[in-house]
């Protein structure tokens, strides 16, 4: 079963930490992306990475960097935590950019930033 | 760019009843409507596409339609069971493109 891991269900960072988030895929795709969950803003794309070594910021990519330096591994990395950090982040792959199909999701990871 | 309008943002229906989330997308040329369901303390799963060719789509008790003309698109879940509370994303992409998402509808199913 094709699946996308979240290395963390929950953590807890103190404020001013450097967090990292890990996403890991084992589809072979080529793109991957990072969203964070509010209630009432549904989900809001950080940044994604359509391959290896590339990135490309979202809606929302202020706070927050990624890395991905093999394909299967998209990392999100919270410089330095806030408390308006603290959320649902979710980690996404698909195909590729020319493959017309949906995303699959991870199960999440819930941070709190204390 | 793409816009993604989604309604109602809460519903609830009567369990054995039917439930109905509308969607409308700003861009004439997305081709692709995914529909995901996300359940408490997971991620969205996809549980139904459309593409731009069809104008309808049923898998068991639900089904999408598409309206390309007034760019409109919709899920329908009929039979509703305690299961099927969740929230619910709508979606479009064009070939190329990333997926933009509704806001999503929390379905409250009352027994």
């Known amino acids: 079963d094709v699946k996308v891991t979240q290395s963390s269900r929950y953590l807890v960072k103190r404020t001013g930490e450097k967090v990292f988030l890990e996403c890991v895929q084992d589809?072979?795709?080529?793109?991957m992306f990072w969203y964070r969950q509010d209630p009432g803003l549904g989900l809001r794309l950080i940044y994604f990475s359509y391959d290896v070594k590339m990135k490309e910021k979202g809606d929302i990519p202020e706070g927050y960097s990624v890395s991905r330096e093999k394909k299967e591994r998209f990392s999100l990395i919270l410089e330095s935590a806030s408390t308006n950090q603290t959320s649902m982040y979710l980690c996404?792959?698909?195909?590729?950019?020319?493959?017309?199909?949906?995303?699959?999701f991870g199960s999440g990871t819930r941070l709190t930033v204390v | 760019g793409e816009n993604v309008e989604q309604h109602p943002s809460t519903l609830s229906v009567q369990e054995g009843d039917s439930a109905v989330i509308k969607c409308t997308y700003s861009?004439?040329?997305?081709?692709?409507f995914p529909w995901y369901k996300q359940e408490l303390g997971k991620g969205p799963q996809l549980i139904i596409d459309?593409?731009?060719?069809?104008g309808e789509k049923k898998d068991q008790r639900i089904a999408v339609t598409l309206n390309k003309t007034a760019k409109h698109f919709s899920l329908h879940i009929t039979e509703t069971q305690p299961e099927d509370s969740a929230v619910y994303f709508c979606?479009?992409?064009?070939?190329?493109?990333?997926?933009?998402f509704g806001k999503g509808t929390r379905l409250h199913i009352l027994p």
């Open positions: 459309i593409r731009s060719n069809v």
């Open positions: 979606a479009a992409r064009r070939s190329g493109d990333k997926i933009i």
């Open positions: 996404a792959s698909s195909l590729s950019a020319t493959a017309n199909y949906g995303y699959t």
């Open positions: 589809m072979d795709h080529e793109n």
């Open positions: 861009d004439s040329a997305s081709n692709y």
